[in-house]
């Protein structure tokens, strides 16, 4: 089975993103995910990056974009650890509950203007 390799952009100004940009990296044991700032990256076109600051964006190899949950079940298809989950991310999916739970958190979310040049880069 060949997989195709995903980028994925989160809003580097949001700490729940970055933690979670920080998690994706250390249970990426394929090496199949590169994590990038959405904020700072070269992205396909404005109308990628407008909705990528409100949902998690990712795009693959092939040119496929996806976001919000669409780009988690993209995720967890990568990720050996998570396999398990996918069936039920699978009925999340097609039934639009995921959907609607993931736009429910990515409006909680919180954003911090800052513009700091160290710990930004990691992500």
């Keep these: 089975m060949r ?3 995903l980028k994925v952009f989160v809003d580097g100004w949001c700490p729940m993103c970055r933690k979670f940009g920080r998690v994706l990296v250390k249970l990426d044991i394929l ?4 994590l990038q ?3 700072t990256s070269e992205v ?9 600051l409100k949902a998690i964006a990712s795009s693959k190899s092939n040119g496929k974009i996806y976001f919000g949950f669409d780009s988690i ?3 967890s298809l990568l990720i050996p650890f998570l396999w398990i989950f996918i069936p039920f ?3 999340l999916k097609i039934t639009k509950i995921g959907a609607f739970l993931y736009s ?3 409006m909680k979310r919180t954003i911090i203007p800052l513009h700091c040049d160290k710990d930004c880069d990691a992500i």
């Design 44 to 52: 396909p076109s404005q109308d990628f990056k407008d909705k990528g």
């Design 73 to 75: 079940f993209q995720i």
């Design 3 to 5: 997989f195709s390799k």
């Design 89 to 91: 991310l699978f009925v």
């Design 31 to 34: 090496n199949l995910i590169s």
């Design 37 to 39: 700032d959405i904020r």
């Design 104 to 106: 429910e958190l990515a």
